[in-house]
């Protein structure tokens, strides 16, 4: 969050995300590739990966990134964290995955705290911190509808090669958009900050962390794999304090104590807080 914040105030979002995304959809197909795996895909399949990269990896970076310039970084991560309860709730909906108790509990804390947090950002004054949440909110839905679409296609073609697929339409969609707005033409070069952060966000973030992601799951387990997750509004937060200079409300503050007690919440086998009546 920290580093695509910087990058993306030095340089333009769609761009910068073009390349990005592309880049790092090549490198994941490559590394399995290198790996031996088999990366075709049924044609269904392959229609499905191109529809919801373009939504997950495409559509998604153009709200989350382009919020950057009126929304903090570690504001934007505690925003982000709220899409597993988009997912449960749009997967009820469509009939996919019934929604808990537990979930419906948790996601009502997160979603208090996500109302603190837009209150903290200005939200009401319907000024560009309030763009900056809804677009944030929207990029949210999109990655959870992208995570839904996943669900249903991985388990046919392996979590490495919708992951390296979607990326890549989701990347070219983003260069077709780039190329018609011509914002390549006279394009200046890249600055540091944004060199540094195609390079950090390409192999780390984009590339590195899904392959970490995806070779840890079997391992030991997508719950476990995925709790770790709960850190990166934090590290967001902090990161963001030291080395860009933001600091949070303290109503955004406690809104990010929400969600985080939302999600844990959400995580549990039974409704939370429940107290034996005799």
Not at 7 to 25: D, E, K, N
Not at 45 to 60: K, M, N, P
């Amino acid at each position: 969050f920290t580093v695509v914040k910087a990058a993306v105030l030095a340089w333009p979002v769609l761009p910068f995300s073009a390349i990005r995304i592309t880049a790092a959809g090549i490198l994941v197909l490559g590394w399995a590739l290198m790996r031996g795996s088999n990366v075709r895909m049924a044609r269904r399949d392959l229609l499905a990966a191109a529809l919801f990269g373009v939504i997950g990896q495409g559509i998604y970076q153009l709200l989350w990134a382009g919020a950057f310039g009126t929304i903090n970084a570690g504001t934007s991560a505690l925003l982000i964290a709220v899409t597993p309860f988009l997912t449960a709730i749009l997967a009820s909906l469509l009939r996919i995955d019934p929604l808990k108790p537990a979930v419906a509990v948790g996601g009502i804390i997160a979603f208090a705290g996500v109302v603190a947090v837009a209150l903290g950002e200005g939200a009401g004054a319907f000024g560009g911190e309030t763009a900056g949440v809804l677009m944030t909110l929207a990029a949210a839905v999109c990655w959870a509808v992208y995570l839904l679409a996943g669900a249903r296609v991985i388990p046919r073609v392996g979590a490495i090669a919708w992951t390296a697929w979607s990326m890549i339409f989701g990347g070219a969609a983003l260069f077709i958009i780039a190329i018609a707005d011509g914002q390549f033409v006279g394009l200046a070069a890249p600055p540091p900050a944004a060199i540094f952060g195609l390079v950090f966000s390409t192999l780390g973030s984009s590339s590195l962390a899904n392959v970490l992601y995806f070779t840890a799951v079997p391992i030991v387990g997508v719950s476990r794999v995925a709790s770790f997750q709960l850190l990166v509004p934090f590290l967001a937060v902090v990161v963001s304090a030291a080395v860009l200079s933001e600091a949070l409300e303290p109503i955004q503050a406690f809104g990010g104590a929400l969600i985080l007690l939302g999600i844990w919440a959400g995580r549990q086998t039974s409704l939370p807080f429940r107290r034996r009546l005799r």
